[in-house]
């Protein structure tokens, strides 16, 4: 009697996965079982034959639920919660949605973002993206349950003006990502600024507009004006293009002799940006007619000088641009260079030879530049007083008898005022001015003797300061009638 056994095929179980709806937190997987099956008589096998083997999709479809089980590790997925940036100072910058605005950070300044995500089974992969692009970032998980990405940018540039910084957390291959985003604001200091000013070479009391422009700035640079490193007083005229890149400043600066050789400095800056200052500055070089003084040489005495005496005169010029010549004058009259006559003219020095009465009077010098002519105030030049005659004249008279004694003095310049007195052994008497008349360099005086007490005399003088020869006493001996 033979026994044929009736092998049944192992039950086949099916795995159904569902991806989570949005209202549900959660994603399940079940496990259904197939449907029932009723046992078929195989076909008849010889004795002792092999039971048939399984088939090869039987043999797939498991390797495939234990991969699935074997990936996830658990039956149930949780996805994490939104995530939330902070930065540095750990204040929170996400809001309740993604158009949040972070800074502004100042150029040149260093970022520093921290992404918080918590929760997730499996645990979450969290990855910062800049511009869609992964950006490297340090992790760490503390408390459990929490991740904690860093992200650093050493030094901003302006490239990543309203860049995206985006934290992105996925836990299941097949699920969406989670992701938070925030939109980077900066400021920029000025990238120049440069005074448009074609020259330099300005002439005094003009008015002229400076013009400067700086470029580069977020938000618009602020621009001042420097003289000599004070700030001009004046105020300037400041306006901004439509996009606040370029500000431009109008300076309307009226230039004076005293500024030349100052720097005159355009500043701009970001007021919110600390040593974000850039300047450009030119050296003033003012032109102005010439500003001449006159004296008489240093080595002389103005008050001590006599005819035939030999006297210079210099001529101190301050001009910009330089002189191109130099004009001597004479009571009015242009001087020149006459050696015969002793007039020696040599750049700005005048030498008079052996002077005499013609040489007295007033002396100018004049210099002539490119901006004009600038004449000197006027020096006298005067000589000492002499007597026309230089000796002593008698005269006779009877006693109440008047006698009239004339005093000439060449001098210069004129005109003269006579002093008079009477002469005896042991003094001096002054005589009345009613007995006295004066013409230019002419003096009479009259006089009566009333007495005979011996021999008298009179005397004049021009009156001068110079220790020089005077107008010598002219004694009038009375003789006793």
Partial sequence: MHVTPIITPPPIHTCTFTPPSPPSPHTHMHVHPPPSTHARSPPSLPPHSPPPPTPQTDRSFHNQVLDS????GIDEIVPPKKPEIYNETNHLVTGDN?????GPYNEGSALKLTCVVNGGRPTPVVQWLVNDEVRSSQESRSPPGVINTTLVVPRLSRNDLHAVFECRATNFNDSAPISSTVTLDMNFQPMNVSILSSSSSLSAETEYELVCQAWGSRPAAVISWWKGGTLALKEAVMTTSPDSNVTTSILKYRAEMSDSGKYLTCRAENKQIPQSA??????LNIHYKPVVTLQM???LDPENIKEGDDVYFECHINANPEVQ????YHNGKPLEHRTNRGIIIQNQTLVLQE???????FYTCRAVNMEGEGESQPVELQTSRYCRQHRKTVYGTALHEPASVTCEVEASPGPVTFRWTFNNTSEHL???ASAVS???FTSVASYAPKSHPGLRGRSCAGPSTTSGPRASPAPSPSSPQ
């Fill in 69 to 72: 089980r074997t990936a996830a």
């Fill in 98 to 102: 993604d158009a949040s605005i972070i």
């Fill in 278 to 283: 850039r300047e450009d500055g030119i050296k």
């Fill in 297 to 299: 040489g240093s080595t």
């Fill in 325 to 328: 010549r130099v004009l001597w």
């Fill in 355 to 361: 002077i005499n009465r013609e040489s007295a009077g």
């Fill in 430 to 432: 002054p005589i009345p």
């Fill in 438 to 440: 004066s013409h230019n």
